[in-house]
Nanobody, 114 residues
Framework: QVQLVESGGDLVQPGGSLRLSCVAS????????VSWYRQTSGKDREWVAT????????NYAESVKGRFIGSRDSAKNTVYLQMNSLRPEDTAVYYC???????WGQGTQVTVSS
């Protein structure tokens, strides 16, 4: 059974940092791409980043490029999203998603506010 569990969301001031975690089960993050999306109330879910399998690399939305870093720990079967230089417009619920199984996590709230 595929499962994704996000954590790490919090309230942070503008310019601050957070690291989100997505613990996977039922598949291996080494072998399947995992993406991060975010959603604010009343808006469509927005793609943020994809951590590709087998060290192909990571791709980012223009809005987060240079500030967010995706990574993978195969031993822990976990993907991460390091978010730096956070802005109020980064406020959203962040989800991880595995396209190969069409499965979403439950989301974690990130709020950037002074």
């Amino acid at each position: 059974q595929v499962q994704l569990v996000e954590s790490g969301g919090d309230l942070v001031q503008p310019g601050g940092s957070l690291r989100l975690s997505c613990v996977a089960s039922g598949f291996t993050v080494r072998d399947d791409h995992v993406s991060w999306y975010r959603q604010t109330s009343g808006k469509d879910r927005e793609w943020v980043a994809t951590i590709y399998s087998t060290n192909i690399g990571t791709n980012y939305a223009e809005s987060v490029k240079g500030r967010f870093i995706g990574s993978r720990d195969s031993a822990k079967n976990t993907v991460y999203l390091q978010m730096n230089s956070l802005r109020p417009e980064d406020t959203a619920v962040y989800y991880c998603y595995v396209p190969a199984y069409g499965h979403w996590g439950q989301g974690t709230q990130v709020t950037v506010s002074s």
